[in-house]
């Protein structure tokens, strides 16, 4: 193709080569109770249950040591962060009101992320999460834990993030959508707009410069920063087709209809 026809199509190129990916990896979750909290408020239930049991002993002993473990039980919720109020509203209906979110505004976050996903997933990243519950507001964060065990019917990984809660705006169950932005070590790349999928294979256009352009099948992997893995098919130094792909494409497989 002569540069006349090159410029009329308006063909761009860009050279494939080893960069620095920024991958977002994508999931959805729910907001979660704070677990130590919720554990101490089940185990203050379980005392009260345990000295209605022992009430008619006429052990003196088994009322001693159901008190004790009343006592404990409440020493507990008070250093997680509940009132006397709370407590006393817990002893007399079974249940509180008290907000089971961490304390000192921040909220945990459960999410699930795909098989293919968990190799960039660790303790320590940070991520971002968004609510229907409040579009435009961003809530950051980190992740705290990464399960150990795959779930076999999602294909999925569970995580635990904490993120901030200014106003104990996120309440428990409540949906949202986490981000978390992975930099991934160097990795040949190419412009996603190099990539024509066909539906049954990918493919990029490597410019020959006077003999055209050659179609090669690649296959990707992760994306970023408007880039795409090249994990197999050409290699760094060549260049590829970015803009009139298409165009390209078509014409090739209007000489090779002919052809036939």
């Not at 308006?10 to 554990?39: C, E, I, N």
């Not at 996903?117 to 409040?134: D, N």
């Amino acid at each position: 193709m002569d540069n006349a026809k090159r410029q009329l199509i308006g063909v761009k190129t860009a050279r494939a080569a080893y960069r620095k990916l920024t991958h977002t990896v994508a999931s959805s979750g729910k907001v979660a109770y704070d677990p130590d909290l919720y554990q101490s408020i089940s185990e203050y239930k379980e005392a009260l249950v345990a000295r209605q049991k022992v009430k008619d002993s006429s052990w003196p002993e088994v009322h001693e040591r159901a008190e004790a473990l009343i006592r404990a039980s409440e020493l507990r919720l008070r250093q997680a962060g509940l009132s006397e109020d709370q407590i006393t509203e817990l002893s007399v209906n079974g249940e509180t009101h008290a907000n089971l979110l961490l304390p000192g505004a921040r909220a945990w976050l459960y999410a699930q992320i795909y098989e293919y996903e968990i190799g960039l997933i660790k303790a320590g990243q940070e991520i971002e999460a968004t609510t229907p519950a409040y579009p435009g507001k961003i809530f950051r964060g980190a992740i705290k834990a990464v399960d150990s065990i795959l779930s076999a019917e999602t294909r999925t990984l569970r995580v635990r993030a904490e993120v901030e809660n200014p106003d104990n705006m996120l309440k428990p169950e409540m949906y949202a959508e986490i981000k978390i932005k992975v930099t991934l070590p160097s990795r040949l790349s190419v412009p996603l707009g190099a990539i024509v999928n066909t539906g049954a294979r990918k493919l990029v256009f490597v410019d020959k410069g006077e003999k055209g352009f050659e179609p090669k099948e690649v296959k990707t992997g992760f994306e970023g920063d408007d880039y795409a893995e090249i994990l197999s098919g050409i290699r760094a130094g060549e260049e590829v087709v970015t803009s009139a792909n298409f165009l390209i494409d078509s014409e090739a497989r209007i000489k090779s209809t002919v052809a036939e």
